[in-house]
């Protein structure tokens, strides 16, 4: 059996949004610490930020990057990371029950991020604080000088603001686990005042309400509904929150995990468009996919299940290769849908269910799932083509039938790229219609798949899985055919 796609560049779902590249970084395990940041190590500069992790996240094409949580921001003092090192308190957080020594923080970040050159997405705690600590934060960022916290910024070093432009308001305040979580009214008040406040700071900002923390927490849809009703004229997106469990479900459910993403765009944006309907606005609100990723979450055993230390090792995921065809076809559902998603993160970019692993003072490698991200990344500009497919089916306990392929396109000045996913277990011939495109003369394949679905690549054989060119695709006046590996997430360039 065989695969079709029909592109026509007439046919757009919209410009490929660079923010959809982006990429998480929280105080949590080991992803700032001995992740991002680990003074001492052969590769740290002077600032104690590992040369080789940027290196890697410059490769990925991380274009921004949430920060400092997660979980970890509401019950965060972001005073306390500010200033001379020396000088920052030890702090319990809640959130992971670490010991927080405050060595990094938003300066140390904001140099680190200058070196990746990407864009910050921030978060303001509304746990454990509110209205007053957020302004005073925006006031420290960006406001220029000679007030009392844009003059501590300046003490602090940092003549010119950071002019931060995208701002959380709050992580997953709907979730039992959250320091001081909310009810829907509870949070969508205290979000319009933030966001009130925070805009008078700085007109220019853009700013995210918080979402469902997932699609199976009992209040989806309603939660954002009624937290819109209170804040929807402030705020810019809504937030959406995502893991993809390998372990929970058969294996052609997790494979086709894309199609519970896609439900959870629809839904939300669904949602936010009848709040508009409601208050009868014209304005549209994007979604902030700001957490996303595959993650083995039913064999967490909680927070309370976590001890006192310092950058402890939680949630060290290790990627196969059918988590990089996963991954892959999350990042297709993102270009797909770029008509209503602005910002995507994906969670974390070290250590914590990461593609970057490191080791204290050893190596940092790639993990499997670092590649389709890479490749995306590199390849998607331009607009995101409508793609019609047609493809056979797998059975999937938790979806029913789902199609084999997921395929996204984007064409940047007469380059075309077309992101495909083979779910299935066997070879799938795949045929590309170009209607409307001018017939390509170069064409190239590049896969992500292994003979072995189950292999990873680890600090003693970081480079088992990696990507690799895929001879024989063929032009056939304006018809491309390539061949899809089983389990397998693909590239085909044409030009
Ligand atoms: O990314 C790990 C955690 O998952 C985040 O802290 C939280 O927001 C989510 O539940």
């Known amino acids: 059996e065989s695969a079709k796609l029909t592109l026509d560049p007439a046919f757009e779902v919209g410009p490929v949004e660079r923010r959809l590249f982006g990429s998480f970084v929280e105080h949590m395990g080991r992803c700032v610490y001995t992740g991002v940041f680990e003074p001492g190590h052969e590769s740290a500069d002077d600032g104690g930020l590992r040369r080789d992790v940027i290196e890697l996240a410059r490769e990925m094409g991380v274009t921004a990057v949430r920060y400092p949580g997660g979980n970890f921001v509401s019950n965060y003092e972001w005073e306390d990371g500010v200033g001379p090192a020396p000088e920052r308190p030890t702090r319990l957080d809640l959130a992971w029950r ?12 904001m140099t680190w991020l200058g070196e ?117 004229d402030e705020v810019d997106y809504i937030s959406a929150h995502s893991y993809y469990d390998p372990v ?17 765009i629809q839904g939300v944006t669904a949602t936010a468009d009848h709040v508009a309907a409601k208050l009868g606005s014209r304005k549209r609100l994007k979604v902030s996919f700001d957490e996303w990723n595959v993650w083995s979450q039913s064999l967490f055993e909680g927070e309370g299940s976590l001890g006192w230390a310092h950058a402890p090792r939680i949630i060290e995921e290790e990627y196969d290769v059918a988590a990089a065809a996963v991954v892959g076809s999350l990042l297709i559902t993102l270009l797909n849908h770029a008509d209503r998603v602005g910002i995507a993160c994906q969670a974390q970019l070290a250590n914590v269910i990461a593609p970057i ?92 798949a292994d003979d072995d679905p189950a292999a990873r690549n680890t ?36 030009s």
């Not at 490698?365 to 500009?381: G, K």
Request: with cysteine; net charge negative.
């Open 248 to 264: 929970a479900g058969d294996r052609a459910t997790y494979l086709a995990s894309a199609v519970e993403m896609e439900q959870q």
């Open 459 to 494: 600090e003693r054989d970081p480079r088992r899985v990696e990507p690799r060119a895929v001879q024989g695709a063929t032009i056939d006046g304006d018809r491309l055919n390539v061949v899809l590996p089983p389990i397998s997430f693909n590239v085909v360039k044409a």
């Open 116 to 232: 990746l050159r990407a864009e910050p997405v921030m978060a303001v705690n509304l746990g454990t604080r509110g209205v007053s600590a957020a302004r005073d934060l925006l006031e420290y960022a960006n406001y220029p000088g000679g007030t009392r916290w844009s003059d501590l910024r300046v003490k602090h070093g940092v003549r010119e603001p950071y002019g931060i432009k995208v701002w959380c308001l709050g992580n997953e305040m709907d979730g039992p686990w959250q320091i001081g979580g909310k009810t829907a009214d509870e949070y969508g008040r205290l979000a319009f005042e933030t966001a009130k406040a925070m805009r008078r700071v700085d007109p220019s900002i853009e700013l995210v309400a918080c979402g469902s923390s997932n699609m199976r927490i009992p209040t989806f849809g309603s939660w954002e509904a009624t937290v819109l009703e209170h804040c929807y």
């Open 98 to 109: 670490q010991i927080e020594t405050n060595a990094f923080g938003l300066g140390e970040f």
């Open 357 to 448: 692993r490191t080791e204290p003072g050893g190596p940092a490698w790639r993990q499997t799932i670092f590649h389709p991200f890479a490749l995306t990344a590199a390849n998607a500009r331009g607009r995101v083509l409508q793609v019609e497919a047609t493809a056979p089916v797998m059975p999937t306990e938790r979806y029913g039938e789902v199609p084999v392929l997921a395929a996204a396109a984007t064409l940047d000045e007469g380059e075309l790229s077309v992101f495909a996913v083979n779910r299935g277990e066997t070879p799938l011939p795949l045929a590309i219609d170009l209607r409307g495109l001018p017939c390509p003369t170069g064409i190239s394949h590049v896969t992500v």
